[in-house]
């Protein structure tokens, strides 16, 4: 210590002096630019991590979506595609009238749900947010084309599902 006053002695420079004006600005602009880097990098894994998780829901929707419509499907006495609602009448219930599933926003709140409607019943019941587009298509005897899309800020994602119907009657057995 007597070392750095004697050598701060030789040169003038008095023990009671601090930084100069020029050594303040210096250290406020170098930590500005490392402050603005840190902030932008913090925005940018802030963004990416939004948009994992609106890709992780529109994922979930999606396969619980198809989850949904193949078990409809499969398990039905007769399924039938009219406009843009898919009409099911199961082994166990009446014929008339049939089970729909259809694309809406009945909440109005700006996010369409897919929704089952259950015979007569009111109201229908969402099952599943983000669905933005659904529509099926009987390819050949029995076997259904499904698609789905589903949006969730800027990401889209869409899905093409094949399934079978089951066609013959109820399986008898123990």
């Known amino acids: 210590m007597k070392y750095i006053r004697q050598v701060k002695k030789d040169k003038g420079v008095s023990p009671d002096q601090g930084f100069t004006l020029l050594e303040v ?4 602009l170098i930590s500005g630019i490392l402050l603005s880097i840190a902030t932008k990098m913090m925005f940018m894994h802030w963004r990416q991590a939004n948009e994992l998780n ?34 099911v009448i199961s082994w166990d219930k009446p014929a008339d009238p049939a089970d729909s599933y259809y694309v809406a926003d009945l909440d109005a709140n700006g996010v369409p749900d897919l929704y089952y409607k259950i015979r ?15 529509s099926c298509a009987e390819t050949e005897p029995g076997l259904w084309r499904i698609v789905l899309s589903a949006q969730k800020g800027r990401q889209n994602l869409r899905w093409v599902i094949w399934t079978r119907q089951r066609i013959s009657g109820r399986v008898e057995g123990g």
């Open 54 to 87: 609106d890709l992780l829901d529109l994922n979930y929707a999606l396969c619980s979506a198809e989850k949904v419509i193949e078990d409809a499907i499969r398990t039905a006495r007769s399924v039938q595609w009219e406009g843009s609602r898919l009409q």
């Open 120 to 134: 007569s019943a009111n109201p229908p019941l969402p099952l599943i947010s983000y669905i933005s587009e659904f």
């Open 25 to 28: 600005l210096a250290a406020l």
